[in-house]
Each structure stands twice: as C-alpha cells, then as structure tokens.
C-alpha cells in the first residue's frame, strides 16, 4: 500500500517536481537516510526540545541539551494531541503554528522531526488516557457511533501535517508514530480494549487516510511499550504499513537491573524480527524520569544502546523539575550526559549533518 502510494508520488513529483524535488525530498530519501546513520551510530532525540526547559518556556533559540553540550538533538519529538479538536494549542500548551515553525526550522538545520498523537476519546470526550469504555475503537470504525466524527478527527489531523511544507512548497519528510504503547492498556487504543483485528483496522484506516490525502512523505513508526509479552507481536500492523519498528522503555524505579534485562530481552527480540524485513529499529520513547542517578547515561543506558542496530533512541519532555527526562546544565547528570555525546557513536545535529 505504501509503495503503490509511493510510485503514484514518485510519477508526480518527478512531473511537477523534477528531479530535484526527487531526491531531496520523501519518505524513501529519509529512510535511507536514517539506514545509512544507523550505520554509523545512534542519533539522540528529545520531546518538545525548542519550546520549554527546565526554568524557562518560549524562549526562542533554545534548548536545555544545546545549553549542556553545544548542540541541537538530531532527532526532535514533536506532539499533536488536540489538533483533532480543532485547537490552537497542544494539549502540552505549544501553539502547533509554533510547532510548525520548530519542526521546520529543525529540518533545516539537516535535523530529524518525529511526531507522537495522543488524540482525545471520542466516544467518551475524555482524554487519550481514558481507558473506560473498551468499545472507543470499535466506535470509530465503519458503521461505529463516533465514526463520522473521527472522520472530521483525522482530517484535521491531516490539514496539519499537509501544511508540513519548505520553503519550495515542498513536503517535509517525518517521522510518524501513531497509536503507541498499544501492549499496554492505558490508551484507548491499547490491549484489551480492541481486538488486535480493531487495533490493525484502526491503524489502517488512519494510514489509508493520510495516504489518499497524498502524504508519501511519511515514514511509519509502530511502538509497543516494553515488557512485551508473547502475543504482543500480534497486533504489528504489516511490513507493507511499518518502516520502523520502535519500542518505549523507561526505567520506572531505581531497580536499574529489571530495566536492563526487560530492554534487552524486547531489543533482542524486536531487533531480530526487524532484521528478517529490513525494517528499522528505535527506542522511540526512553529515559529516567528526573534522572536520579548522574551516571545513569553512561553506566546504564549507553551499554544497552550499544548491545543492539539502533537507529535512534528519543528521550521525553522536560516540563518542569518533577517532569524531565533529558539534562539541563543545572542538573547533576550534565557532565555524564556530556560524556555520552562525546563518543562518535551517539549522533548529535552536527554529526548528521
Ligand atoms: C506524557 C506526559 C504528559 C504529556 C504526554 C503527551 O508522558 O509528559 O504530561 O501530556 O506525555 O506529551
């Protein structure tokens, strides 16, 4: 389905577009590239990098991880919860004309953008989180209650990332990472709240949409949570629907070693099903919440990058001071986190450049 798309894109932008418009831009240009950086080491990436820190928000020109190592994440995190309400802002409060702007400015500068959706229940107008009513999947679907309305949902959703334009008018490539953490049951869309055959259907039906609205600038992110159980696999959307197969990871307490040992049994097994197809793989969420520990980059998280072909590993938002994941350079972690970037293999902006 992808390809079929893909060829119909390829056919116009080499009409409309030339070949220039051919090779640099599209899903194929970025996923090559993130092939031939994974490579060549493993890009970091942070939530929400240019919008807010720890002691200031809205700045402009900033970032917490510029501040502690002198240089931009190579990939960006970016939120769109809220767009299918029609808002002006994110429900983390960023104005999406900001998120625009940042996400566009990130690419320029030869950056990576990937977005997250934790989009409203539409069935009972609760949050993302509201895991209640085990029937929201199915009420979107066709012939489902709320099916007209998440039509209206995605098509917002859609405007947005349409507008995802250069300078050349051009389509941005980016990353999309789309009903995550499904092996968990705190989403709406997540296990034992759908049939795996609801879940496929839900994703499906948004991968249809944004690919009959023309968006062949997107690479497919499917993200599990981790501590995968045997039949979590059940619910991968397909080779022909998923580029990168990602998990999110964080470390919930100070028991360093269950974090280790539950990373590397899903790495190794999400790793070795990724090789068969070619697909890629990411820690698409990871972190430490506050980080604790001022080591914890180098002592546990960087020799579990190591271990496995990892094409980026994204750590989330920093809030606020009881809600951060990536250092600022009042945080005791800077020196450790400084210390990981140091090495060749941890791809920072410039290093992709
Ligand atoms: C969560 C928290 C929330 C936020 C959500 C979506 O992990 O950071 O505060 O609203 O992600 O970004």
């Not at 929400?48 to 720890?54: E, N, R, S």
């Not at 002691?55 to 002198?70: E, H, I, N, Y």
């Not at 209650?145 to 490539?173: A, I, T, Y």
């Not at 980016?174 to 997540?190: A, K, L």
Request: glycine share 8%; with cysteine; proline share 5%.
């Amino acid at each position: 389905m992808i390809r079929r798309h893909l060829l119909i894109g390829a056919v116009l932008s080499l009409f409309f577009g030339g070949v220039k418009a051919q090779t640099t831009y599209g899903r194929e240009v970025l996923l090559q590239r993130l092939k031939d950086l994974s490579t060549r080491g493993i890009m970091f990436g942070h939530q929400d990098d240019p919008f807010y820190g720890l002691g200031w928000q809205w700045d402009r020109d900033r970032s917490d991880v510029l501040a502690v190592c002198g240089d931009y994440p190579a990939v960006m995190g970016f939120e769109l919860g809220g767009i299918e309400m029609g808002d002006a802002k994110s429900l983390d409060s960023v104005p999406f004309t900001r998120i625009r702007e940042e996400l566009l400015a990130h690419v320029r500068r030869g950056g990576i953008a990937t977005i997250s959706w934790h989009p409203r229940n539409p069935l009972t107008g609760g949050t993302a989180w509201d895991n209640k009513d085990a029937n929201t999947v199915r009420s979107i679907l066709p012939d489902g209650s709320q099916h007209q309305k998440f039509q209206q949902w995605m098509q917002r959703l859609s405007n947005f990332l349409c507008s995802l334009k250069d300078e050349h008018g051009q389509p941005v490539p980016v990353i999309f990472r789309p009903w995550h953490e499904n092996s968990g049951g705190w989403f709406w869309w997540g296990k034992g709240l759908c049939t795996v055959e609801e879940y496929k259907a839900l994703w499906n039906c948004l991968q249809d949409k944004l690919l009959a609205d023309g968006m062949t600038n997107i690479v497919w992110s499917w993200s599990p949570n981790f501590g995968m159980k045997d039949d979590d696999m059940d619910s991968y959307p397909g080779d022909d629907r998923v580029d990168i197969i990602g998990l999110d990871a964080y470390q919930q307490s100070s028991d360093e070693q269950a974090f280790i040992s539950t990373l590397g049994k899903d790495l190794t097994m999400l790793c070795e099903f990724a090789k068969k197809s070619g697909r890629l793989v990411a820690l698409t969420e990871c972190g430490y919440q506050n980080i604790p520990d001022p080591t914890w980059w180098t002592r546990v998280l960087k020799p579990q990058l190591e271990k496995f072909p990892l094409c980026y590993f994204l750590v989330w938002r920093n809030f606020n001071e009881k809600h951060y994941f990536a250092p600022a350079p009042s945080t005791k972690d800077a020196p450790d986190f400084r210390k990981m970037v140091g090495d060749k293999r941890i791809l920072m902006l410039k290093d992709i450049k």
